[in-house]
Nanobody, 126 residues
Framework: QVQLVESGGELVQAGGSLRLSCAAS????????MGWFRQVPGKEREFVAG????????YYSDSVKGRFTISRDNTKNTVYLQMNSLKPGDTAVYYC???????????????????WGQGTQVTVSS
């Protein structure tokens, strides 16, 4: 089990940038695949980006590819989401997720994740 705490969400103008952070507890962070998801009221939680245990593999949704970058620092037990060229459509609560994996894979389905943070609100104004 790992505890996840997101931070960095705030109000930003369209075209701006934000970096979200997700700090994880525990000593086995490097054994977890990590992901970022987002959700707006009335809609399903959607996958944004995922990263493998080592950080060597990443995967993005088409809606954020080329604008967002996921990364991790296993020495700091933290995963990041750098968000550039933000659009009003990126407005959502962003969640960090973790799941232990024996292999260096990216996990993209929310139902495969068993550890979630509380979320951080990102609002992009036009």
């Amino acid at each position: 089990q790992v505890q996840l705490v997101e931070s960095g969400g705030e109000l930003v103008q369209a075209g701006g940038s934000l970096r979200l952070s997700c700090a994880a507890s525990g000593r086995t962070f490097s054994s977890y695949a990590m992901g970022w998801f987002r959700q707006v009221p009335g809609k399903e939680r959607e996958f944004v980006a995922g990263i493998s245990r080592s950080g060597g593999r990443t995967y993005y949704s088409d809606s954020v590819k080329g604008r967002f970058t996921i990364s991790r620092d296993n020495t700091k037990n933290t995963v990041y989401l750098q968000m550039n060229s933000l659009k009003p459509g990126d407005t959502a609560v962003y969640y960090c997720a973790a799941d232990p994996r024996p292999y260096n894979v990216v996990v993209t389905r929310q139902y495969d994740y068993h550890n979630w943070g509380q979320g951080t609100q990102v609002t992009v104004s036009s």
